[in-house]
């Protein structure tokens, strides 16, 4: 049996829609990642054969101001989660990200490249990798750039706000792979399915900057919009973020046989899906 833990979330709920075989979904109100004492009496009680992780606390800017919390969440959580299954003969799944780099190599990220989150998030993240391989039987998926339809998300972000503007500006200087929560879902399915180990990254395929993201949005949507280039400095939010941190796939695909994905297209089927 797989077990969800966060299923309720954007990520979540997707991958219960695509993950094959005896499924099962917790989250708040069933399971406490911060207790070691709730994980144990879940896992325990349900006996999954796979945990897959998608629970988090991802208000990258809120981790700055709640260390402890996104500490607890994302990091010592995932140990709690790490040492019950491996007592219990149970692969862990653990969802991770982009921010565990600092932006800094130029080029997309291979999975064995250094890591050095520049946020309380991304480090928090990383703690969480850390903790994952506290069981040996683990597999560690990075991703970026999230949207999907059970969230909130850029994508909606920015729809809404065109209902009472012409005219945005948003950052040009971050680059990543805007990725959809159900082709990520597929992924972490085709990784699962074929007992991968180890470190994985999974996203959509080819980048663009926040600035392109928006200006594809709003050409997929129909709507006039101009969309204005500013930097990181200029929008000045607490937490740093990696300026290039586009993520190499090429692992998943040899690995798998799994291609994502290009992200404009995956962006105009996301946009058919929610209309």
């Avoid at 990784?191 to 180990?197: A, I, K, P, Q, Y």
């Avoid at 930097?231 to 046989?257: F, V």
Wanted: charged share 20%; glycine share 10%.
């Amino acid at each position: 049996m797989i077990l969800v833990v966060g299923a309720n979330g954007m990520l979540g709920r997707d991958l219960m829609s695509v993950l094959t075989g005896e499924l099962r979904g917790v989250d708040l109100g069933d399971i406490d990642i911060t207790s070691p004492d709730s994980v144990r009496s879940t896992l325990v009680t349900l006996k999954p054969s796979v945990v897959v992780n998608v629970a988090a606390y991802t208000d990258v800017d809120g981790c700055e101001k709640n260390r402890d919390l996104a500490c607890a969440v994302n990091g010592a959580g995932v140990g709690h989660l790490a040492k019950v299954c491996a007592d219990i003969g149970a692969k862990l799944v653990q969802v991770s990200t982009d921010y565990v780099f600092d932006g800094g190599k130029g080029s997309p990220y291979r999975e064995d490249d250094p890591t050095g989150p520049l946020s309380v998030y991304g480090e928090s993240k990383l703690l969480g990798e850390q903790n994952a391989r506290l069981n040996p039987d683990h597999l560690i998926i990075r991703t970026q750039w999230l949207y999907g339809l059970h969230g909130k998300n850029f994508v909606e972000t920015m729809l809404r706000m065109a209902a009472d503007r012409t005219e945005l500006s948003v950052v040009d200087d971050q680059i990543g792979s805007p990725t959809w929560t159900l082709d990520l879902s597929l992924a972490i399915r085709a990784l699962v399915d074929s007992g991968c180990r180890g470190t994985y990254h999974a996203a959509n395929a080819g980048f663009c900057s926040w600035n392109e993201f928006a200006r594809a949005i709003f050409a997929e949507a129909g709507v006039t919009m101009s969309v204005l280039p500013m930097t990181t400095t200029e929008l000045n939010r607490p937490a740093p973020r990696p300026l290039y941190s586009t993520l190499d796939c090429g692992k998943l695909i040899e690995d798998t046989g799994f291609i994502p994905q290009g992200w404009r297209g995956a962006l105009r089927s996301y946009l058919a899906t929610r209309s």
